[in-house]
Each structure stands twice: as C-alpha cells, then as structure tokens.
C-alpha cells in the first residue's frame, strides 16, 4: 500500500530565506507525487505535481520540488520565502495501480519577518 | 459552478443524530473523493468514486459512514448516529480521471458534534 511521511510538525524561516519542506514516500509502482497548501479557513489548493520527466518541478507560487528516487523523496523548495507563505503544507502520492491520492499529516511553515 | 460546492459549510448536531453532507464536483470530473480533517492534523482518506465502477470504500471508519454518488454528479456522505469523534471538516474534491490529474477541493462541510 501507498504512503507518503513528512516528518516535520513545524519549519520555521526567516523572510528571506530559502525553506525546505520534507516528504518521503512508499509506493509499489511509479509515484504520483504531488503538493497541496492549505491557508487558515481554506480548502485545499494545489501547488505542484511529478508525474514523469524532469525531476525538478517548478509550480505555483515560486515553488518547486524535486524528486528524488532513489532517496524516494518529494521535497518542496522554495529559494526565498516570503510571510505570505505560512501555511499548512501537505504532499501527497497515488500510486501508478491505485487511484485513491493519499496525503500526509501535513507541515506548518511559519514565515518570520 | 466553477469550483467545487459542498454544504452546508457548518453543521452543529447533537450527539446520535443523522447528519447528511453534500458535494457538487466540477462538471465534467469523473472522479470524486471524500477526506476527514481532524483539527490540527492531516487528511484522511474516507472514499472515492470513479464514474459507474465499485467505489473505493477502503477508509470508512465504520459502518455508521456511507456515501452515494449518482453517475458524475453530486455526492452525499452520510454519518448515522454521530458521535463526538466524528467532529470534523469534511473534505470533498474532484478530479479527472487520470492518475497525475490534480485533485480540486472544496471548501468543506465543518461537523460539529455536542
């Protein structure tokens, strides 16, 4: 079965500065691999997805992330932050045989001024 | 409507009650989810529905939940007999039906549970 860890609660940054929030995943097959952002009292808005070819993938935002197979691993990138980046960030995974997306428990990034 | 639609936004029951959720997809989507977010934490897979096949019924978390879907149209979730646990925003998106198609969300039902 698919499942995807992001083993950071929190990530806290400095504007300014690049951030990095993890993401690890398990598949049987091919991943699917996409990244989601949630602001306060908001649905859920897509940011990026890997689905073949280049490994790095540029998205909404300024935001990128590269995956990373041998590592399996899906990290979001961003090379300056800004304060209106926090948010509740998730990534997610489908499998190549399987059609459910499953999410993981999902990061808080925090943007200091 | 250009997104997805689900209602009601906020539901407040007491416990034991029935409560009923609804959602309306983008047209045209085959493919339709529902997700449980706890306060604080993460999505949780409930179910999903691809056009007229068997629905994907594997993260119910018990038999007080269920969920229909007529063809590629709306979707109801029902909970019977809600219990405080079951406090929640409801999540539903929709998506075509490929395997790297990105999911759209919704802005969720928030269910209350006294």
């Known amino acids: 079965a698919q499942s995807v860890a992001q083993p950071e609660d929190q990530v806290n940054v400095a504007e300014g500065n690049p951030l990095t929030v993890k993401c690890t995943y398990s598949?049987?097959?091919?991943?699917?691999l996409f990244w989601y952002v949630q602001y306060p009292n908001r649905g859920l808005q897509f940011l990026l997805k890997?689905?073949?070819?280049?490994?790095l993938v540029k998205g909404s935002y300024g935001f990128e992330a590269e995956f990373n197979k041998s590592q399996t691993s899906f990290h979001l990138k961003k090379p300056s932050a800004l304060v209106s980046d926090s948010a509740l960030y998730f990534c997610?995974?489908?499998?190549?045989?399987?059609?459910?997306?499953?999410f993981g428990a999902g990061t808080r990034l925090a943007v200091h001024p | 409507g250009a997104g997805v639609s689900q209602s009601p936004s906020n539901k407040v029951t007491e416990k034991g009650k029935d409560v009923e959720l609804r959602c309306d997809p983008i047209?045209?989507?085959?493919?339709l989810y529902w997700y449980r977010q706890r306060l604080g934490q993460g999505l949780e897979f409930l179910i999903y529905?691809?056009?007229?096949?068997?629905?994907?019924k594997s993260g119910l978390p018990s038999d007080r939940f269920s969920a229909e879907r007529t063809g590629e149209s709306v979707s109801t979730l029902t909970i019977q007999r809600t219990q405080q646990e079951d406090s929640a925003v409801y999540l539903c998106?929709?998506?075509?039906?490929?395997?790297?198609?990105?999911?759209?969300f919704g802005e969720g039902s928030r269910l209350t549970v006294l």
């Open positions: 529905f691809q056009g007229n096949s068997a629905p994907d």
């Open positions: 047209s045209g989507h085959t493919a």
């Open positions: 998106a929709s998506s075509y039906l490929a395997p790297g198609g990105e999911l759209f």
């Open positions: 997610a995974v489908r499998d190549l045989g399987y059609n459910k997306l499953i």
């Open positions: 890997y689905i073949t070819g280049d490994n």
């Open positions: 598949v049987s097959g091919n991943p699917y």
